[in-house]
């Protein structure tokens, strides 16, 4: 009884601590910030297995950390061996802050409630730095890639990891498979001091985004533009200006952002995809996207450069 008390001590706390920061992120507009750098840097090649290694340790997609202690760092492999026990299925993402680093799955079995924190990466929207997130959605993605990929999609026989680790290749008809990301557009539409957003009909969060869709093959991230919009909403865009990328990881996307004008056209829902959408100006927003997401940023920038 004592055990339990004290879980649910924690989650109370941690509840708390989620709503204060939902409403705060969530619930009002914040200052533009540029979309950075990453610390966590790309390379093929690893140095030998070191106790110093970084570990993003995973339970399938669940990120598992510290419970106490700033929220979602990564372990050293030491820390995370003698947590956890054997790490299974690890996969190189690169250097964290000048050192190799990995994912892994952990056992469940060791993920203790009073220790450790096991979430998804919805729960560290807002919570981390962009960087963070960014090194965890990479984290994410190979592992769902690895898994996902574990028999040749071309004869069914079983994979291995080959080209430095970079690639699942087939023994028996020597088909690779690397890891792919699908491409998207979003776009936030301006009419004069206004853009429109919209309530995603299956949405976690209660928000109003910019539109967003994937590109369709022989398609260009322009045309997926001015196709996605008039699909959601009925309208006819224009003078489309690119705005940036991001990736995000629900499950492999790549988000090419963009801004477009209004040209001509009512309002006129496709249902299956939105509940609600309208024009919004800066003293009558609804909640919206974190910064941490590109589609904030869109929405951040367009209203911060109306005041600047």
């Keep these: 009884m004592i055990r339990l008390a004290r879980v649910l001590e924690q989650l109370q706390s941690f509840n708390t601590w989620l709503t204060a920061t939902y ?3 969530f619930g009002r ?6 979309i950075g750098p990453t610390v966590l840097t790309i390379t093929s090649e690893s140095l030998p297995v070191s106790d110093r290694d970084w570990i993003f340790p ?6 598992v950390s510290l419970l106490r202690g700033a929220p ?3 372990w050293t492999r030491r820390e995370c061996e003698s947590a956890f026990g054997a790490l299974r299925a690890e996969v190189h993402l690169g250097q964290w802050q000048g050192q190799d680093c990995y994912s892994a799955q952990v056992s469940p079995e060791r993920v203790d409630p009073l220790e450790h ?21 990479r984290a994410v993605q190979l592992q769902s890639w690895l898994r996902d990929h574990a028999y040749c999609g071309r004869c069914g026989a079983p994979t291995e990891t080959a080209d430095r680790g970079r690639a699942l290749s087939c023994s028996a008809c020597q088909y690779s498979q690397y890891p792919r990301l699908s491409p998207c557009v979003i776009v936030a539409i301006t009419r004069g001091e206004q853009l429109l957003l919209a309530a995603a009909q299956h949405r976690r969060a209660a928000f109003y985004s910019t539109l967003a869709g994937f590109i369709e093959p022989g398609e260009s991230a322009e045309q997926a533009v001015v196709r996605e919009v008039y699909e959601e909403v009925g309208l006819s865009v224009g003078n489309l200006r690119y705005f940036g990328s991001q990736p995000w990881p629900f499950p492999g996307q790549l988000m ?15 249902e299956q995809e939105l509940s609600d959408a309208g024009w919004f100006s800066a003293n009558q927003l609804p909640p919206i996207p974190p910064a941490t997401s590109i589609s904030g940023q869109l929405i ?3 209203f911060h450069s109306q005041n600047s």
Excluded: K
């Excluded at 507009?29 to 540029?34: S, W």
């Excluded at 096991?118 to 981390?128: A, E, F, H, S």
């Excluded at 090419?256 to 496709?270: E, N, Q, S, T």
């Design 58 to 63: 995973l339970v399938g997609r669940d990120a």
């Design 117 to 137: 924190l096991q979430g998804n990466l919805y729960t560290l929207i807002g919570r981390v730095s962009d960087e963070l997130f960014t090194a965890w959605g």
């Design 29 to 34: 507009l914040g200052p533009f910030q540029n």
């Design 256 to 270: 090419l952002g963009f801004y477009a004008d209004y040209l001509d056209g009512d309002i006129r829902l496709d």
């Design 300 to 302: 951040r920038q367009f």
């Design 23 to 25: 409403n705060d992120i």
């Design 72 to 74: 979602a760092q990564p």
